[in-house]
């Protein structure tokens, strides 16, 4: 698990919030949870994108899950999918990418039907959730995704973000749901990084600017009450 620290500036300015009182008015019917692209591509050892702490969050994305599931909220997981046109038009990334060899092998690994693109084993996905496949850093681009429509017809206007990468697929996803008029909660031990210092320069990007950052805990507290109520419905 990432060593979770908050740059001098962030702590100064008071921009780290109480994470139970920022969740205090969470309503579950308009909340989802987005999990980014916890995929065996990104996750097994030896992956074409192997993010080792990643592994490590798992248990933490699955008490969320659960949680949130239990009080009648939605799950999203998020897959990349590199196998369709628009990658062919991400210039900059494919170059990113390197050797023609190693962007074969990342493309054909996120497709559909590569054993890399399918969502990590110890995920627990039930039939009441979503997965929807995105083509971008970002779900919420033009084109890159459903993820929007599916969100706006079930009313959600909070997520908690909750995956991998931290500084790439999770924090774009952020920056752009605040700025579509969703309130964004960042979960910071259940996201993962390459380095303890990108987790941790994402999380002081995002606290007070594009969203919250708050921690399992605080997620599973706030939504413990309607979990119960609908127990005893």
């Known amino acids: 698990m990432h060593r979770i620290a908050f740059i001098a500036e962030t702590a100064e300015r008071g921009a780290r919030p109480d994470g139970r009182a920022t969740l205090a008015q969470l309503d579950p019917r308009r909340t989802a949870h987005l999990v980014v692209d916890l995929q065996r591509g990104f996750m097994a050892p030896g992956a074409p994108v192997e993010v080792p702490e990643a592994r490590h969050i798992v248990a933490n994305v699955n008490r969320i899950s659960a949680a949130l599931r239990a009080a009648g909220g939605v799950n999203v997981f998020l897959r990349m999918n590199l196998a369709t046109d628009a990658t062919a038009r991400w210039r900059d990334y494919v170059d990113h990418l390197g050797a023609r060899s190693d962007r074969d092998l990342v493309i054909a ?7 890399e693109f399918d969502l990590w084993d110890d995920l627990e996905v039930t039939g009441d959730d ?13 084109g890159a995704s459903r993820l929007h429509d599916e969100l706006s017809s079930r009313g959600i206007d909070t997520l908690v973000i909750t995956g991998t990468l931290t500084n790439v697929c999770c924090e774009s996803t ?6 579509m008029d969703y309130r964004v909660r960042f979960v910071a031990d259940a996201t993962a990084a390459l380095s303890d210092q990108t987790h941790n320069a994402t999380l002081a990007n995002i606290d007070g600017h594009f969203g919250r950052v708050v921690l399992t805990d605080d997620v599973v507290g706030a939504l413990a009450p309607a979990a119960a109520g609908a127990r005893s419905a």
């Not at 690994?109 to 054993?115: H, L, R, V, W």
């Open 174 to 179: 952020a920056r752009d749901a605040m700025q």
């Open 109 to 115: 690994a996120f497709s559909p039907g590569a054993p």
């Open 130 to 142: 979503l997965v929807v496949d995105k083509c971008r850093f970002s779900a919420f681009i033009p």
